[in-house]
């Protein structure tokens, strides 16, 4: 089936720095990504949708210039949080659509950033 | 905004039928109703999706009512790995193609 791969799985960085999380589709070509984020206890709350060669959507109050997105190619979309301070930290989840698979939508194993 | 709710908690005996609810009484007649879970610090695991008629996988079962303003998760026979955080989720059409909204959820615990 298809498999998305988030990397790194966790980083600790330092404040004021910024951080680069990677989202590949391994067996598929996914035209559309998306970013999540999600706090201890609480729901994925959808950042952005990224499209394969134009700019990524942003949900509303969604920072376009803290969080940015690249989507480069077919399998790949990078999330770039700048500037990180420890409100940023969070556990942060990749998707992807895969238009030929079952199940359309296929979820990273997530990135936990922790921002001291 | 999600288009669902979900009650936040189940309680379910290993071994038998979890049945978990959902309510989206908003659902537009092109929005499908899928089913993820979620396990502690992993991704969401796809379960099933449907738009109108009920359907049948080998990890559970969903029902969809008529009127599509509510659906039903079936996990037949709910094991102690089964404890999970279950979303209902209303794929949602946007201008740069549907995405996926998440709800609150249901956190089933299987008891042994």
């Known amino acids: 089936g298809a498999v998305v791969s988030q990397h790194p799985s966790w980083v600790i960085c330092k404040s004021g720095t910024s951080v680069k999380i990677e989202c590949r589709s391994l067996d598929f070509q996914a035209t559309t990504m998306f970013w999540y984020r999600q706090f201890p206890k609480q729901s994925l709350m959808l950042m952005a949708t990224s499209n394969e060669g134009s700019k990524a959507t942003y949900e509303q109050g969604v920072e376009k210039d803290k969080f940015l997105i690249n989507h480069a190619s077919l399998t790949l979309s990078t999330l770039t949080v700048t500037s990180a301070h420890p409100e940023d930290s969070s556990f942060y989840i990749c998707s992807a659509r895969d238009w030929g698979g079952r199940t359309g939508y296929t979820f990273g194993s997530g990135t936990r950033l922790t921002v001291v | 905004d999600a288009k669902t709710t979900q009650p936040p908690s189940m309680d379910c005996a290993e071994g038998r039928a979890a049945n978990l609810p959902c309510n989206h009484s908003?659902?537009?007649?092109?929005?499908?109703v899928y089913w993820y879970r979620q396990i502690h610090s992993q991704g969401p695991q796809y379960i099933i999706h449907?738009?109108?008629n009920n359907e049948t996988n080998e990890m559970a079962s969903l029902i969809i009512t008529e009127d599509r303003k509510s659906s039903t998760l079936i996990l037949p026979h709910a094991t102690l790995r089964d404890t999970a955080v279950y979303y209902c989720i209303v794929r949602v059409a946007a201008e740069y193609g549907n995405k996926l909204v998440f709800g609150a959820g249901t956190i089933l615990r299987v008891k042994s």
């Open positions: 449907g738009l109108k």
């Open positions: 908003t659902i537009s007649g092109n929005e499908y």
